[in-house]
Nanobody
């Protein structure tokens, strides 16, 4: 059974950086697209970034493009989300998710209802 475990969340000051990790286990992930979503209090869960496991193709929401970077380590079956220049509005619970859906070029098409597996989330707080 595929499992995803996030880590790396915490408290960071505005303008700071944080790196989240998503460790995957229980399967082979070559056919998966791995995504990060986030949910702030009182708001809907929203897409942040995604990476195709085998082709290094990436997608980013407009709100994080140029500040966040998604990457993976095949040897460790781990996906990372490097978050730079953090803003208070980036504060949320960040979730890792996996899907076998194949996407085109538009990040807007990557939806939470497509995800087959979810992690439990890691909390990111951005505050001075």
């Amino acid at each position: 059974q595929v499992q995803l475990v996030e880590s790396g969340g915490g408290l960071v000051q505005p303008g700071g950086s944080l790196r989240l990790s998503c460790a995957a286990s229980g399967g082979t992930f070559s056919s998966y697209t791995m995504s990060w979503f986030r949910q702030a209090p009182g708001k809907e869960r929203e897409f942040v970034a995604a990476i195709k496991w085998t082709y290094l193709r990436t997608w980013y929401a407009d709100s994080v493009k140029d500040r966040f970077g998604i990457s993976k380590d095949n040897a460790k079956d781990t996906v990372y989300l490097q978050m730079n220049s953090l803003k208070p509005e980036d504060a949320a619970v960040y979730y890792c998710a996996a899907t076998t859906v194949v996407y085109g070029s538009l990040w807007e098409n990557i939806r939470e209802e497509h995800m087959n597996v979810w992690g439990k989330g890691t909390l990111v707080t951005v505050s001075s």
